[in-house]
T-cell receptor
Framework: GAGVSQSPSNKVTEKGKDVELRCDPI?????LYWYRQSLGQGLEFLIY????????KSGLPSDRFSAERTGGSVSTLTIQRTQQEDSAVYLC????????????FGPGTRLTVT | GDSVTQMEGPVTLSEEAFLTINCTYT??????LFWYVQYPGEGLQLLLK?????DKGSNKGFEATYRKETTSFHLEKGSVQVSDSAVYFC??????????????FGAGTTVTVRA
């Protein structure tokens, strides 16, 4: 079946603008994760969804970052008033509940803030 | 908190050489351990996993054994190919600590295999 998809694949925005990043998980996967991959910080966890609720938001770096998930499927990560330090690759992963929680990653969205 | 430390790269090898990438972890619970691989221009892919002590994960000729006594999960391959050139990430999830499976990653090790 189809894997995790993300859009856009690349996004260039000006400092101060808002951006929305989309993730479409594997059908049937109830858990969804957002991570960020940057040169300085490596791979960092941002937020976890189980269904439509987000019981773990501990990785969101500031209140400019928010995310939602609707219908237990698509998720949107929103960054308001973008800053240059937000430049990174944003990765989405999904998994089914149970097992070892192995996660399947999307190709990522490369965000560049100019 | 939970953390993963893996050997720094880059690592450059000749084809058919033996590869080892060291990974050690710190966790309060009983974590599951993973190796993910990122090939050039591609997304992260799960390479192998182990969920309890002494488990051995294996895939594509790669192996790693979950060693609780040394808190390690070293990745090995006996004979690498040019196609193994990639960035390798060691990771853990600690359900007991975080109540979810979020992954903590090492910094990644870039491996280049020359023909």
């Amino acid at each position: 079946g189809a894997g995790v998809s993300q859009s856009p694949s690349n996004k260039v925005t000006e400092k101060g603008k808002d951006v929305e990043l989309r993730c479409d998980p594997i059908s049937g996967h109830t858990a969804l994760y957002w991570y960020r991959q940057s040169l300085g910080q490596g791979l960092e966890f941002l937020i976890y969804f189980q269904g439509n609720s987000a019981p773990d938001k501990s990785g969101l770096p500031s209140d400019r970052f928010s995310a939602e998930r609707t219908g237990g499927s698509v998720s949107t990560l929103t960054i308001q008033r973008t800053q240059q330090e937000d430049s990174a690759v944003y990765l989405c992963a999904s998994s089914f509940l149970g097992g070892a929680g192995e996660q399947y990653f999307g190709p990522g969205t490369r965000l560049t803030v100019t | 908190g939970d953390s993963v430390t893996q050997m720094e790269g880059p690592v450059t090898l000749s084809e058919e050489a033996f590869l080892t990438i060291n990974c050690t972890y710190t966790a309060t619970g009983y974590p599951s351990l993973f190796w993910y691989v990122q090939y050039p221009g591609e997304g992260l892919q799960l390479l192998l996993k182990a969920t309890k002590a002494d488990d051995k994960g294996s895939n594509k000729g790669f192996e790693a054994t979950y060693r609780k006594e040394t808190t390690s999960f070293h990745l090995e391959k006996g004979s690498v190919q040019v196609s193994d050139s990639a960035v390798y990430f060691c990771a853990l999830s600690d359900l007991l600590r975080s109540n979810d499976y979020k992954l903590s990653f090492g910094a990644g090790t870039t491996v280049t295999v020359r023909a």
